[in-house]
């Protein structure tokens, strides 16, 4: 509720914000299918990682952390897009320009943030919380890159 407030005051508008933050749910569809696939090959014990590995609190705090990264995500695609159509750029173009322009940005930073986590999966207590970032990192990241951009054409032009 308070990102969709900041993000409120910072672009004064209601609809921009929900797009923005359409990417936090997104996650879901990576961490859950993500933690079956992990349970379904861990079904025998791999040295050094704990077997299964649980859907616990760990994991789920992966998952609030990762709306803060996911919502830095599409606010980078969406205020380029936003700026792109204030200096007069058609919709359309201004959508493919950020997805092209922003797409070494957003990637860099899922990767890095994906390769941090992976010494946080070797904690048999933590392990949740890095699997759930890496997975729903990909799955977010994907999604970000494709849905957000739909979502913000298919907006009323006015805003």
Do not use: H
Not at 12 to 20: A, E, K, N, T
Not at 112 to 117: E, G, K, R, Y
Request: aromatic residues 10%.
């Amino acid at each position: 509720v308070m990102i969709y407030i900041i993000l409120v005051a910072q672009t004064g508008s209601f609809l921009i914000p929900m797009v923005v933050m359409l990417a936090i749910p997104l996650t879901v569809l990576g961490v859950m299918p993500g933690f079956f696939v992990l349970n379904s090959f861990m079904s025998s014990p791999i040295e050094g990682y704990p077997d299964p590995v649980f859907f616990t609190a760990t994991a789920m705090i992966g998952m609030i952390a990762l709306s803060g990264i996911v919502t830095r995500d599409s606010i980078i695609l969406v205020d380029f897009m936003e700026q792109a159509v204030a200096s007069g750029r058609p919709l359309f173009d201004a959508i493919l320009e950020s997805r092209v322009v922003r797409l070494r940005p957003i990637l860099l930073t899922a990767g890095a943030a994906m390769l941090s986590a992976i010494p946080i999966t070797l904690d048999p207590i933590f392990s949740g919380l890095g699997w759930s970032l890496i997975f729903g990192l990909i799955a977010s990241t994907l999604f970000t890159l494709f849905v957000i951009p739909i979502t913000y054409w298919l907006l009323p032009k006015g805003r």
